[in-house]
């Protein structure tokens, strides 16, 4: 019991570490919002196990903690895979993933009511949960939207992006859908534990998440965020993605090519210079790589 305590709060401070660490890049990093989320989630989920594991509180009400963070999952997965992935539907309303949180918003509400709690989901001390038929629905649900984020970031990893990264966006999907084997094989009983494993999935996956989505450490080493010394230069910048789109433009650079930041930002970059091409002679300009790790992280283009 010591040991799976333990575990669990392995898994409880590397979320949260996961999500401070994210939370500290610049407010324009892609998808930065959504993986804190899902970050504070699974750390909901973990904390409601294992506060039932220390005996800190009773099994109902570190259950009521696991499903707050439980059913915000799968809507935030979709959220996440679409910024990541560029989807229209991310550049024109940022804030979708809250409309796909409105069943799980409704259904934990129910879980709460003491007179329509069974139709959901009611809690059993020491012995097997009962779930109602909401509950069922639910998992279909869930498990629908798991399955569209995955299917939404394996495609765009293979039609889109370079080899490399087109590797390490397999990686996440395959560990999304072996946390989501491990809840399942959990709930149909095929894994003898007397703990629900799935937070530990999901903290494995977070890692994979983090190092395929995100470059550099977990915390800003310069005194001022790359975007602010970015802008503060007086030379034409861009920075993108081993995919191509942009993560950042200096002010400068946004004035010689006629584009607004918001419109550049996640972006392509030849997209964003073959428009501006078309209304005016390009300036001339430089690029490198980044390198990090010993790979190509990414591109910066000075515009003279």
Known sequence: MILDA???????????SLALGTWQRDPTTIARLTFCAICVAVAATTLGELLTLRGLTSELIGDRVKYAGIL????????????VSGFEIARRIPWFPLLLLVPSAALYAIML??????????TVEGADDRYGALWRVYVVYGYSLALWGSAIM?????????????TRRLVVVAASLAAMLGNSLYIRAQIDWPYDPTPIFLGLA???????????????????????LIHQLPLGVIVTERNGNIVEISDVAANRLDV???????????TVLGRSERVAPLPP????????????AGRIILLK
Not at 6 to 16: A, M
Not at 113 to 122: A, I, K, N, Q
Not at 260 to 270: D, K, M, P
Request: charged share 20%.
């Open 6 to 16: 333990l575990l669990f709060e392995i898994i409880l401070l590397l979320t949260l």
């Open 72 to 83: 915000a999952l799968p809507p935030l997965w979709v959220g996440f895979t679409a910024h």
């Open 113 to 122: 009511d003491d007179r329509y709690g069974v139709l959901f989901m009611t």
């Open 154 to 166: 394996a495609t765009t990893a293979l039609r889109r992006a370079p080899a490399a990264d087109t």
């Open 206 to 228: 977070l890692l994979a998440m983090r190092s395929a989505v995100f470059e550099g450490g977990l915390v800003e080493p310069l005194p001022v965020s790359q975007r602010e």
């Open 260 to 270: 607004f930041e918001e419109f550049a930002l996640g972006r392509n970059v030849n």
């Open 285 to 296: 300009h430089k690029s490198c790589d980044l390198m990090q790790g010993g790979r190509v």
